[in-house]
């Protein structure tokens, strides 16, 4: 016999304030302060093209943002994390499952660098774990 699963309440609000920070936080992360030059370099990335793809570019990245922290925040609810620590967790555990195993295919089959892989994974990482820990805590 099956259990009926009952999705649990998502605040949108809290999902768009989750999508915010990932744009904050990519936008930051991918800067000349941190790993943009090293980024688009191995990336491959073209300046002049990259600006003018960026308006397009950055709203898809907002809509894959949302998707992103509405799923986590389903996942927070079915966990019942109701702390910033808890909600971390769960990030963690979506990031180890479905991030890192994923991506991993482009260093293994597609022989990309790791440097790469650990510059975007990275982003992931800290994204989902912050992600994952406001969306838990801000109830």
Same mark, same amino acid.
């Given at each position: 016999?099956?259990?009926?699963?009952? &999705?649990?309440?998502?605040?949108?609000?809290?999902?768009?304030?989750?999508?915010?920070?990932? &744009?904050?936080?990519?936008?930051?992360?991918?800067?000349?302060?941190?790993?943009?030059?090293?980024?688009?370099?191995?990336?491959?990335?073209?300046?002049?093209?990259?600006?003018?793809? $960026?308006?397009?570019?950055?709203?898809?990245? /907002?809509? *894959? $943002?949302?998707?992103?922290?509405?799923?986590?925040?389903? /996942?927070?609810?079915?966990?019942?994390?109701?702390? /910033?620590?808890?909600?971390?967790?769960?990030?963690?555990?979506?990031?180890?499952?479905?991030?890192? *195993?994923? *991506?991993?295919?482009?260093?293994? /089959?597609?022989?990309?660098?790791?440097?790469?892989?650990?510059?975007?994974?990275?982003?992931?990482?800290?994204? &989902?774990?912050?992600?994952?820990?406001?969306?838990?805590?801000?109830?």
């Amino acid at each position: 016999m099956y259990a009926r699963m009952t &999705m649990p309440d998502v605040n949108l609000l809290h999902v768009l304030v989750a999508g915010v920070v990932a &744009m904050v936080l990519g936008g930051l992360w991918y800067s000349p302060v941190l790993f943009a030059k090293t980024w688009a370099k191995l990336a491959n990335i073209n300046e002049e093209a990259a600006k003018k793809e $960026a308006p397009m570019a950055y709203l898809k990245m /907002f809509v *894959t $943002a949302l998707i992103s922290a509405y799923v986590l925040a389903v /996942f927070v609810g079915f966990a019942g994390a109701a702390t /910033f620590g808890e909600g971390a967790m769960i990030g963690l555990w979506l990031w180890l499952g479905f991030i890192f *195993t994923v *991506t991993m295919s482009s260093v293994i /089959f597609e022989k990309r660098s790791w440097k790469l892989w650990l510059i975007n994974n990275g982003y992931q990482l800290v994204l &989902m774990l912050i992600s994952g820990g406001l969306l838990a805590a801000w109830k």
